[in-house]
């Protein structure tokens, strides 16, 4: 089976602070993506990545960035975390074209 | 980029028949039809996924209408267990991984 591992279920931050999300996949997919998920708004796309060093913005970028130095690893990067990315973040991998595999996800709290 | 649209909730008795729709009328020639669940605390996990032709698999049933403007999730015998929200998302096969999601269905099963 297909695993995708999320470095950590619950954090908590602080307002200012740089925040990494770490992701690992195991099946060697090609793309790997980062959504952020909030009550009535659904899953929203923040990057996603096609190929090592290769990414994407989504559909909700600012305030984010990505790194992908090698294929199992996609980390997301909060450069200055504010109260408006306090949400639960979920990280999935897929081959091309094909299924898409979720982690179950980070929750982030900004205070 | 093509969208879809799903209702905001539906309910069904325990092991019941259930009907999910989709609306896509803005579809691609190439576009995949694809269907994903996210069950409580959980991340969304793949359950089917079709072009043209209607798709069995242990999960589910697709059935997708005849000029690919809609389809259907079908869950032949709801339990419990298949309480969730549902998404119906459409994958381009060529160009640009970017996948969206929408708000999807929160399917409420009673006993």
């Known amino acids: 089976d297909v695993k995708v591992t999320q470095s950590s279920r619950y954090l908590v931050k602080r307002t200012g602070e740089k925040v990494f999300l770490e992701c690992v996949q195991d099946?060697?997919?090609?793309?790997m993506f980062w959504y952020r998920q909030d009550p009535g708004l659904g899953l929203r796309l923040i990057y996603f990545s096609y190929d090592v060093k290769m990414k994407e913005k989504g559909d909700i970028p600012e305030g984010y960035s990505v790194s992908r130095e090698k294929k199992e690893r996609f980390s997301l990067i909060l450069e200055s975390a504010s109260t408006n990315q306090t949400s639960m973040y979920l990280c999935?991998?897929?081959?091309?074209?094909?299924?898409?595999?979720f982690g179950n996800g980070t929750r982030l709290t900004v205070t | 980029d093509a969208k879809t649209t799903q209702p905001n909730s539906m309910e069904s008795n325990e092991e019941e028949p259930v009907h999910l729709p989709c609306n896509h009328s803005?579809?691609?020639?190439?576009?995949?039809i694809h269907w994903y669940r996210q069950l409580p605390s959980q991340g969304p996990e793949y359950v089917i996924h079709g072009l043209t032709s209607n798709v069995n698999n242990r999960m589910a049933s697709l059935a997708i209408a005849e000029d690919r403007k809609s389809s259907t999730l079908i869950l032949h015998r709801a339990t419990l267990r298949d309480a969730a929200v549902y998404y119906c998302i459409l994958r381009r096969n060529f160009g640009n991984e970017k996948l969206t999601f929408g708000t999807g269905t929160r399917l409420t099963i009673i006993p």
């Open positions: 099946m060697d997919h090609e793309n």
């Open positions: 999935a991998s897929s081959p091309p074209r094909g299924p898409l595999h």
């Open positions: 803005t579809i691609s020639g190439t576009d995949y």
